[in-house]
Every structure is written in C-alpha cells, then in structure tokens.
C-alpha cells in the first residue's frame, strides 16, 4: 500500500496534465485523441473549458476526498487504500460517496453547464484511482485545513444546487449524504474539551500548550465506544502514557488510536453575537464555540455555530446564499438544521460509520437511504414558531431511541436553553394514540366520512353558519339540500364573505394545508380543493383506503378507536353476518348507552331482531357475542345534562341491588334517548354525535348485565359528560349544547361501587374540570383523557392541560379528536400538539428552575405517556 504521504502507483488518469492552447500553438499531432488518452493529457481552446476542469477536479475529486477523509480518521481508518478492501465499513463508505456524486455533485454541476458525459468520465476515473490499492494517502493528512475545505471542494455543490434547482419549496434539493461531509468536517475540528476557560487550562495543561501554538487535541469515535471518558482521553494525551503508540501525520499533528485522541489545527475565525440578539459581533474561533457544545449540545443549540460555520468565507462560504430569494434561504436553513442534527449525534457519542449504516439502511428517518432529502434532519421547529400560534405538524423525529443524545446511557442532561426546542420536536413526532373517535374504515362504506364537503358540513360549521344565516334559509331548507350546496353556502358564508378565524373554520384550512393544498386556499378555489378529493373518491374503495392512509400518515396517528354501536342496524350489519375487514389502525369500542340507562324498550327490540330471549342472562350473552364479534377496547356511553346516580349503600359488589326498570321520570326529557334500530340506510341520514342516555344506577340492566360483562371480560367503561341535547332542536346535532355543571359525584360513586372496573371519562363543561383532576388523583380506576367538543378549543386546552400537568403528573391523556371526519385528524392533532408543547415547555422550564434536570429520553417518555402511554398503561393496570 501507499506510505500516506505519496502515492507509489495508480493508474494512469485521464487528466493527469491539462493545457489551455487559446491561441492553437501546440503541435497538430497532440491534438489528436489518442495521443491525449496515452499520456494523460488535455488540450483545451479557451478559459471556459480550463475552468470546466478545474470546477470537476474540485467538486468530485477534492470534494469527495474530503467528504470521505474525515469519517475515515475518526473512524481510526488510517489510509484511503482500505477503499480497494472488501470489509462492510469500506463498501459503506463507497456507497456513501457514489450516492454523494449521483444525487448531489452530478445534478450541481450539470446545473453549471457542464456535460453528464464529462461529468461521470471524471467520476469514473476518479473513483478506480481513489479505490486502487497502492494509491491511498493518509485520511489524517487530508483533513488538514479542513473547515476552509468544506467551502472550496463542498461549498460549490450546495450554492449550484439550491440556485439552479427547480424543487418547489418543500422538496429541498440538498440531501443527507450532503449534510453528513459537512458535520464529519465540524466533528473532526471540535476539541474534546471547552479547553478555552479558566479552569481547563489547570486541568489540561499539556492540551493549553498546544493551543498557544494553534494546536487542538479530538478525540476518535471508538475511544468513547470502548467506554473511555473525555476527561480520561484529554489526560491520556497530557500525561502522552503510551507515546510509542503515536504517529507523526503531518508537520507538528500527531495521532495515537490506543489513546484514542488526535490534534488538528483549524484557522477559521466566525463572526459571532453572544446572544441572537447582541447587536455587536466578534470574532471567535470556531473550534472554541465548537468546545462549548461536547458535554450537552443538542440540534438547537448547534445551530448558531454551524450556520455561522457555514456563511463565513473562511468556512462553509454559503454567505452569498443570503442575498437570494426566499426558497434558497429557506433551502439553506432546512440544511443548517441537518448538518446540525448530524453533528450533535457525533459529538454526543453516535459514530460516523453508524449514522451512515442508518442511512443506507433506510432506518429511521432515512426513507430513500443517503439520497434521503435534508429536510427530515430538522429536529423540530425553528425558534419563532416555537409556541402554540402555528399547527405543530407531524414529522419523524431525527434522534433515534439508540442516540447517545438520548441521555439514557451517558446521562446526558439537556439545558434549559435547549428545553423549548426539544419538547416541541418530541411532542411533533410522538405517534399518538387517538382514544375516542366517531370514525369508521373505508370497508364499512357511507359510515365512513372524508372530503371537503364533509369537512364544511360538520356540526361546528354548521352552528357558526347558522348564527349569522340570512332569515330565508332555515333549518330545514338547509337540510333538504344536498351535501355540495350545503358545503358552497357555508363556504362562501364563513370563508369568502368573513375571515375563518373560528377554530372549527381556522381547522379546514389547517387541513387542507396539511393536505399540500397551499396555493387552493389561497385562492379560494374551492372546485380544485374538490378536484383532488376526486382524484381519491374516482377510484372507490382502494382511493378511500390510499386517502385514510394519507391523513394518518400527515396526521401522526398511531390508532384511533372507533365508536360502534349494536343497537343501530345501518352498522351492525358491517359486523354481522359476517365482519368486515379493517386495517388494525382502527380499533373498536362497544356503545352501551341503552344498558348504562336501562332502556328496556330498545334493548328488547334490539335482542329480538338478533334472535336473543329477552332475559337478564340473554342480554350478557349479548353483550359477550358482540365483544367476541368486535374486540372492544372499552365499552363506552355519552351521558347528558341530568346524568346523576343515587348513593347507595355497599361498595363493590353486585349484590343486594334488587331495582330494576328505568329511570322513567328521566326519560321524559326531550330527546333524552334516540332509538337507532329504525336506521336502514345511511346515505343521506343525520349524523348523531352522541347516543344520548340517562344512567339508572339501579337498573338491573347496569348492575346484572353491563358491569359483570367489564368485570368479566375487563374491558372498562368510558364515560362523556355534560352534554346537553337538543338545545335546539331544529339543528339538528348542530343544536346541541353543555350543561354548566355535570354531576361529577355520580362517577366518583361508580368508581366506588365497581372498583374491578376501570373508567375513562371526559367532561363537556369547563368548570367541571377541576373536580375531575381531584377524582382523577383519587381512584386508581378512574383515568381523565382529551378536551372534549366544546373544550376542544386552543385556549380551553391549554388551561385543562396546565391544571392536569400540575395536578396529575403524567397519569392522563392528554387529547383525543372526537373526529368524525377522517380528515379531521389532521387539525386537530396539529393544533393540539402546538398547544401541549406549549404547555409542557413551561412546566419543564419550571422544574428545572426548582432544581431538576432531564434527560432527552425523560422527555420523549413523558411525551409519550401524555399522547397514549398513560393510557395503554392504564389499560394494562391490575385492579385485582
């Protein structure tokens, strides 16, 4: 093999001389072909090819020396000749630069002018010398001057790509391989410690003496791997323990792998503020800012120092890129924001060769491997958008459970600085668990509700259009209308003719953006917003299969848990004769409204036309076979605005409850129970929100049928309550209303009486929240989740869940949609999590400034837990 430092042999290149002959003086016969191809030689005729060369030999041959030299050297990979060996880290390393040439070089410098021909003959020569196995130099040598290198050989690539590229806004041309060189350079110049303040240079004596002649001490990858601390490798260097061991590599740099460090220099003074908002700048080395970010950078705070890294003329020389329109800027920040993710991993411990194992793996966040766009490396959010104003939208998280930025093997604690930006990008990427939900699956047909129509013709829109609707539609002309004409009158009252600031009407445009349908809503151009909902409908149950698909994926849903009802026929007939088929997306909860109020009449009806005798134990049996049928995860029940349960003596048992019947007086309430089993078909039909029901604690169908199945088969019982039906009645499920204050004994006695059963409850009215947090914190069977309907507004939300936070820890869920529109998802978990960040920021913030500290991974647990953890644990509890 080569020596490092000189080549011994490589073939011969095809460039080996090039020479500019403007004026045509040079010999005739040397302009022949073949004369150039034996010795190696060019002839070019003007300045403009001469540059041609000189831009190849820079962007491909230097620029892929140098986006590969500094992953070799921390990789303690000595000499690019281990490129011609065949081991797994060296065909990653190859796959890594020929997917930087293809997708970033190659495009950048045909956007130049140059020809794909001469493009990847320069390539093609290149890569058989780099890969040759007597041509290697060493990986250390090349790393020299580094940073100034990042600007020259890969600077070019970036500026050619984000100017000449015809990407729209949201498909960044510059990719992860692109992203990766440049944190490899800023991880290789990064000292091993903050040797810059007073208190180091007693510490590190050896190390402050090099610095004074410009000489900075890192450290390799498989020195932290093999469990050595920084602090034992920058003491190694001091005490030079094995000196035998270290290698001279260029003048005054040497390297020692069994003490895994390495010394470097690094000219590159960055202009820097001490705050974002300083007005005076100073020069600062870049390896002293670089030293600052080793114990506990995150993304975040990484991202002043890499941007400024990579504007400055002396470093990454993207400075010029500011001057350019809004795309480009936009370009340029999504990759400051992954060149910082990369290097945060590197320089909390993750090795080089491993994230790129990631990528070509296609884990994580690598969908389309190292070709992989660079906008999926941004952790989080920007700093201006951090707080509850703009939709927090879904996106992978960057910092896999693996990272060492993680905290959970290194202990690497997060600082408050950093607390805001984090808890944003957990909150955006936690996969949640939408617990209540009136959606149904593309197979069980018109139950299944999507489109813009369905979106503008949701109760919530409809009430709001209504208070302002002109005398001579009523209610009942509206609902004679089609679907289309009803959404066109809504559309044209509430977004054309007044501004949708409305949470109901702020979440379609929050759809319909989330759904790529930008330049529509802006417009106004509600036929083309139809028009792509058509491009899913025409193509029947496989386009509403590929558009739920899509709103779960935009949404970040991990499940959503249905509500399905036996007592109505227009969907038990989905179920039975024979049940269809769902993805596991969808999961099932059985609607019991008529057991909790002991509706003899309907559930009678309902036992017949099943073919059940009409006893106590038909109606277990029942109730078993449709558990058997749909595999609930819970039963559950809506309760209204007189929902109240008498004491009783005896707790926690079924016996000695002898009543039986119904609550008579209570049914006489206007619409206090709706009889679905009349319902043959569902087109046209009005959609219910909530089976109304009135709970009869005495009832035998409670005591004898309903709380023995939950205890039997422990499945628990979710309650909604404080909804008030019928308000008005001539709007139908528009018209229905809240009850100011729902009788929170009633379910503090249920959890008393039935302490095997395990209850889910939500409460309707704002005041009623408080109580709940205090029953919450009093029954370990009683579990609060989401802010339901009326609640389900950004700053009713972010009171609920402040107080819950306070009062509750992590012990509830935080939200649910209540969707009914599969579109839905989209908003109202964007907007929900914007507020929960919000929330859970400030109370980080708050623990932190009482004393405590998090790691990275406590956070993303916690998140977690508030977003459906807490509630699979609570479904796992034994009450036994």
Same mark, same amino acid.
């Given at each position: 093999?080569?020596?490092?430092?000189?080549?011994?042999?490589?073939?011969?290149? =095809?460039?080996?001389?090039?020479?500019?002959?403007?004026?045509?003086?040079?010999?005739?016969?040397?302009?022949?072909?073949?004369?150039?191809?034996?010795?190696?030689?060019?002839?070019?005729?003007?300045?403009?090819?001469?540059?041609?060369?000189?831009?190849?030999?820079?962007?491909?041959?230097?620029?892929?020396?140098?986006?590969?030299?500094?992953?070799?050297?921390?990789?303690?990979?000595?000499?690019?000749?281990?490129?011609?060996?065949?081991?797994?880290?060296?065909?990653?390393?190859?796959?890594?630069?020929?997917?930087?040439?293809?997708?970033?070089?190659?495009?950048?410098?045909?956007?130049?002018?140059?020809?794909? &021909? &001469?493009?990847?003959?320069?390539?093609?020569?290149?890569?058989? /010398?780099?890969?040759?196995?007597?041509?290697?130099?060493?990986?250390?040598?090349?790393?020299?001057?580094?940073?100034?290198?990042?600007?020259?050989?890969?600077?070019?690539?970036?500026?050619?790509?984000?100017?000449?590229?015809?990407?729209?806004?949201?498909?960044?041309?510059?990719?992860?391989?692109?992203?990766?060189?440049?944190?490899?350079?800023?991880?290789?110049?990064?000292?091993?410690?903050?040797?810059?303040?007073?208190?180091?240079?007693?510490?590190?004596?050896?190390?402050?003496?090099?610095?004074?002649?410009?000489?900075?001490?890192?450290?390799?990858?498989?020195?932290?791997?093999?469990?050595?601390?920084?602090?034992?490798?920058?003491?190694?260097?001091?005490?030079?323990?094995?000196?035998?061991?270290?290698?001279?590599?260029?003048?005054?740099?040497?390297?020692?792998?069994?003490?895994?460090?390495?010394?470097?220099?690094?000219?590159?003074?960055?202009?820097?503020?001490?705050?974002?908002?300083?007005?005076?700048?100073?020069?600062?080395?870049?390896?002293?800012?670089?030293?600052?970010?080793?114990?506990?950078?995150?993304?975040?705070?990484?991202?002043?120092?890499? /941007?400024?890294?990579?504007?400055?003329?002396?470093?990454?020389?993207?400075?010029?890129?500011?001057?350019?329109?809004?795309?480009?800027?936009?370009?340029?920040?999504?990759?400051?924001?992954?060149?910082?993710?990369?290097?945060?991993?590197?320089?909390?411990?993750?090795?080089?060769?491993?994230?790129?194992?990631?990528?070509?793996?296609?884990?994580?966040?690598?969908?389309?491997?190292?070709?992989?766009?660079?906008?999926?490396?941004?952790?989080?959010?920007?700093?201006?958008?951090?707080?509850?104003?703009?939709?927090?939208?879904?996106?992978?998280?960057?910092?896999?459970?693996?990272?060492?930025?993680?905290?959970?093997?290194?202990?690497?604690?997060?600082?408050?600085?950093?607390?805001?930006?984090?808890?944003?990008?957990?909150?955006?990427?936690?996969?949640?668990?939408?617990?209540?939900?009136?959606?149904?699956?593309?197979?069980?047909?018109?139950?299944?509700?999507?489109?813009?129509?369905?979106?503008?013709?949701?109760?919530?829109?409809?009430? &709001?259009?209504?208070?302002?609707?002109?005398?001579?539609?009523?209610?009942?002309?509206?609902?004679?209308?089609?679907?289309?004409?009803?959404?066109?009158?809504?559309?044209?009252?509430?977004?054309?003719?007044?501004?949708?600031?409305?949470?109901?009407?702020?979440?379609?445009?929050?759809?319909?953006?989330?759904?790529?349908?930008?330049?529509?809503?802006?417009?106004?151009?509600?036929?083309?917003?139809?028009?792509?909902?058509?491009?899913?409908?025409?193509?029947?149950?496989?386009?509403?299969?590929?558009?739920?698909?899509?709103?779960?994926?935009?949404?970040?849903?991990?499940?959503?848990?249905?509500?399905?009802?036996?007592?109505?026929?227009?969907?038990?007939?989905?179920?039975?004769?024979?049940?269809?088929?769902?993805?596991?997306?969808?999961?099932?909860?059985?609607?019991?409204?008529?057991?909790?109020?002991?509706?003899?009449?309907?559930?009678?009806?309902?036992?017949?036309?099943?073919?059940?005798?009409?006893?106590?134990?038909?109606?277990?049996?029942?109730?078993?076979?449709?558990?058997?049928?749909?595999?609930?995860?819970?039963?559950?029940?809506?309760?209204?605005?007189?929902?109240?349960?008498?004491?009783?003596?005896?707790?926690?048992?079924?016996?000695?409850?002898?009543?039986?019947?119904?609550?008579?007086?209570?049914?006489?309430?206007?619409?206090?129970?709706?009889?679905?089993?009349?319902?043959?078909?569902?087109?046209?039909?009005?959609?219910?929100?909530?089976?109304?029901?009135?709970?009869?604690?005495?009832?035998?169908?409670?005591?004898?049928?309903?709380?023995?199945?939950?205890?039997?088969?422990?499945?628990?019982?979710?309650?909604?309550?404080?909804?008030?039906?019928?308000?008005?009645?001539?709007?139908?499920?528009?018209?229905?209303?809240?009850?100011?204050?729902?009788?929170?004994?009633?379910?503090?006695?249920?959890?008393?009486?039935?302490?095997?059963?395990?209850?889910?409850?939500?409460?309707?009215?704002?005041?009623?929240?408080?109580?709940?947090?205090?029953?919450?914190?009093?029954?370990?069977?009683?579990?609060?989740?989401?802010?339901?309907?009326?609640?389900?507004?950004?700053?009713?939300?972010?009171?609920?869940?402040? =107080?819950?936070?306070?009062?509750?820890?992590?012990?509830?869920?935080?939200?649910?949609?209540?969707?009914?529109?599969?579109?839905?998802?989209?908003?109202?978990?964007?907007?929900?999590?914007?507020?929960?960040?919000?929330?859970?920021?400030?109370?980080?913030?708050?623990?932190?400034?009482?004393?405590?500290?998090?790691?990275?991974?406590?956070? /993303?647990?916690?998140?977690?837990?508030?977003?459906?953890?807490?509630?699979?644990?609570?479904?796992?509890?034994?009450?036994?």
């Amino acid at each position: 093999g080569s020596n490092g430092m000189i080549p011994l042999c490589e073939p011969l290149p =095809m460039k080996a001389l090039v020479i500019c002959d403007e004026g045509r003086d040079l010999p005739k016969w040397m302009e022949s072909e073949d004369v150039q191809k034996e010795f190696g030689v060019k002839i070019r005729h003007s300045a403009k090819e001469l540059a041609s060369d000189i831009a190849l030999k820079l962007r491909i041959a230097n620029g892929t020396h140098t986006a590969v030299a500094h992953v070799m050297a921390l990789s303690s990979l000595l000499n690019t000749d281990s490129l011609s060996n065949s081991p797994s880290s060296n065909r990653l390393l190859l796959t890594y630069l020929d997917t930087l040439f293809q997708t970033q070089i190659l495009p950048a410098s045909t956007i130049e002018g140059i020809t794909p &021909e &001469e493009i990847l003959a320069t390539w093609q020569d290149w890569r058989q /010398r780099l890969i040759h196995p007597h041509f290697g130099l060493s990986t250390f040598f090349i790393t020299q001057n580094g940073a100034a290198k990042g600007g020259i050989r890969l600077g070019p690539t970036v500026k050619s790509l984000v100017r000449g590229s015809s990407c729209p806004r949201n498909k960044n041309p510059l990719n992860v391989s692109l992203a990766f060189a440049m944190a490899a350079i800023l991880r290789f110049v990064t000292p091993i410690a903050d040797c810059f303040s007073k208190s180091a240079i007693g510490q590190y004596p050896a190390i402050s003496e090099k610095m004074q002649s410009g000489i900075y001490v890192g450290w390799l990858d498989d020195s932290l791997a093999s469990g050595k601390s920084r602090d034992s490798i920058a003491n190694s260097h001091s005490m030079e323990s094995s000196a035998q061991d270290t290698v001279n590599y260029a003048d005054g740099l040497r390297y020692n792998l069994s003490e895994g460090w390495y010394e470097f220099r690094c000219d590159c003074p960055i202009k820097w503020k001490s705050s974002p908002s300083a007005q005076s700048e100073v020069e600062v080395p870049l390896q002293e800012l670089l030293s600052k970010l080793v114990r506990s950078g995150q993304p975040c705070s990484c991202g002043r120092v890499v /941007r400024s890294y990579l504007l400055h003329p002396q470093g990454g020389d993207l400075g010029s890129l500011l001057d350019e329109d809004e795309k480009i800027a936009g370009f340029l920040d999504e990759f400051v924001c992954a060149v910082s993710t990369l290097y945060a991993r590197m320089v909390s411990g993750d090795k080089g060769l491993d994230l790129l194992q990631e990528m070509t793996e296609e884990k994580h966040v690598y969908k389309n491997g190292l070709a992989t766009s660079c906008i999926v490396l941004m952790d989080g959010v920007a700093s201006t958008k951090q707080n509850d104003l703009q939709p927090l939208r879904y996106r992978l998280c960057p910092i896999p459970y693996s990272s060492n930025l993680m905290g959970s093997i290194n202990n690497r604690k997060v600082n408050e600085s950093d607390i805001r930006s984090i808890v944003f990008s957990e909150v955006s990427s936690a996969h949640v668990i939408d617990l209540h939900t009136h959606l149904l699956p593309p197979s069980h047909g018109a139950l299944c509700l999507w489109g813009i129509d369905e979106l503008l013709t949701y109760h919530y829109l409809v009430a &709001e259009y209504f208070m302002t609707a002109p005398a001579d539609v009523t209610p009942q002309g509206f609902y004679a209308m089609s679907k289309k004409d009803q959404a066109d009158l809504i559309w044209d009252a509430l977004f054309v003719k007044r501004s949708p600031i409305s949470e109901a009407t702020r979440g379609v445009i929050t759809t319909l953006v989330g759904l790529g349908l930008d330049s529509h809503v802006k417009n106004c151009d509600l036929q083309a917003i139809r028009e792509f909902y058509d491009s899913f409908r025409n193509d029947g149950l496989s386009g509403a299969e590929r558009f739920c698909e899509l709103v779960y994926q935009v949404s970040g849903v991990r499940y959503a848990v249905m509500t399905n009802i036996p007592f109505d026929s227009n969907e038990s007939r989905h179920w039975r004769p024979k049940k269809k088929e769902y993805p596991d997306t969808f999961k099932s909860a059985l609607r019991v409204d008529p057991l909790l109020a002991g509706d003899k009449e309907t559930i009678e009806t309902a036992l017949k036309s099943a073919g059940y005798g009409t006893t106590l134990a038909d109606a277990r049996q029942y109730l078993h076979d449709w558990c058997d049928t749909m595999k609930p995860e819970y039963m559950m029940a809506s309760t209204p605005h007189d929902f109240s349960l008498s004491p009783l003596e005896g707790r926690g048992t079924l016996a000695g409850v002898k009543k039986s019947g119904i609550d008579e007086k209570a049914m006489q309430s206007p619409f206090a129970f709706t009889d679905l089993t009349g319902n043959k078909d569902c087109e046209g039909c009005e959609e219910t929100d909530d089976m109304p029901s009135v709970i009869n604690e005495s009832s035998n169908f409670l005591t004898q049928v309903l709380m023995p199945v939950c205890e039997e088969r422990d499945l628990p019982l979710a309650l909604k309550i404080g909804a008030h039906r019928g308000v008005n009645p001539e709007l139908r499920t528009a018209g229905d209303g809240i009850v100011a204050f729902a009788d929170t004994e009633s379910l503090s006695r249920l959890c008393a009486r039935f302490p095997k059963v395990r209850f889910l409850a939500t409460f309707l009215s704002r005041v009623n929240q408080h109580e709940a947090c205090v029953l919450a914190n009093k029954w370990r069977n009683l579990h609060l989740y989401g802010c339901w309907w009326y609640c389900n507004n950004p700053s009713i939300i972010h009171e609920i869940t402040s =107080m819950r936070v306070e009062m509750l820890g992590t012990a509830f869920t935080s939200q649910h949609s209540d969707a009914r529109v599969m579109d839905q998802l989209i908003y109202k978990w964007s907007h929900s999590r914007a507020v929960i960040a919000d929330v859970l920021a400030k109370e980080y913030e708050k623990v932190l400034n009482s004393g405590w500290s998090f790691t990275r991974a406590e956070i /993303r647990r916690d998140v977690r837990r508030l977003l459906g953890g807490s509630y699979e644990e609570f479904m796992k509890k034994s009450l036994t």
